[in-house]
């Protein structure tokens, strides 16, 4: 089973992907932890990408998608792909189209976890104590979601049309959110 958790930064897809990795076996495929990844490292695509990441602007779709390609096609992770963060924008979600379609693939249920600006801001000042963030501060926080509401509107329209797609209050406790999407999924 493919899913997609889809929402704005801090609606808890990271938290309901760990859930579903659990629940299915399956592989968390989150662009921002690849990112990071990228920075701790201190390869060339990290160098070009820590002032964007901590200004808390999007990365290049270029860039995004590449680091997305191999995980399509890796054997091992093939129908257990667990979106988080990944589509953002609508060459992103189009270009995910193609890789399913190419590597014989689709995507099972889209879920929408749709939070307010006031919820956010409360649950990233929280994750900011605990992870240590740098894109965690209040000013990049609603840069992200200006961001995040500007440019990944375009792909809410695209997804809400398909018939698997489900929104859900991501304003919700963690557990009620993890019954909802389980429910969704009967497991
Ligand atoms: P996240 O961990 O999903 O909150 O992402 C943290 C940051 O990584 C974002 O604010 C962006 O700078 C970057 N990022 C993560 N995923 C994407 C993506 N799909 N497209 C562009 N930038 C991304």
């Not at 000042?125 to 926080?141: A, F, N, P, Q, Y």
Request: no cysteine; hydrophobic share 35%.
């Amino acid at each position: 089973m493919n899913i997609i958790l889809f929402g704005p930064p801090g609606a808890g897809k990271g938290t309901q992907a760990k859930f579903l990795v659990t629940k299915l076996k399956g592989y968390q495929i989150s662009t921002g932890d690849m990112l990071r990844d990228e920075i701790q490292k201190n390869s060339d695509i990290g160098k070009k990408i820590i002032d964007d990441m901590n200004e808390g602007k999007f990365v290049s779709d270029v860039i995004v998608n590449n680091l997305i390609k191999n995980v399509i096609f890796d054997n091992q992770k093939k129908g257990k792909l667990i979106f988080d963060g990944y589509p953002r924008s609508l060459s992103q979600a189009e270009n995910l189209d193609l890789l399913l379609k190419n590597s014989n693939q689709k995507i099972d249920f889209i879920f929408f976890l749709n939070v307010n600006k006031d919820t956010i801001i409360k649950r990233i000042e929280k994750r900011k104590i605990i992870e240590k963030r740098l894109d965690d501060e209040l000013d990049t926080i609603l840069k992200r979601y200006d961001t995040y509401m500007e440019t990944t509107k375009p792909v809410l329209e695209f997804y809400s049309k398909k018939p698997n797609f489900y929104e859900i209050d991501g304003a919700l406790e963690i557990d009620q959110i993890t019954n909802k999407i389980g429910a969704f999924l009967r497991v």
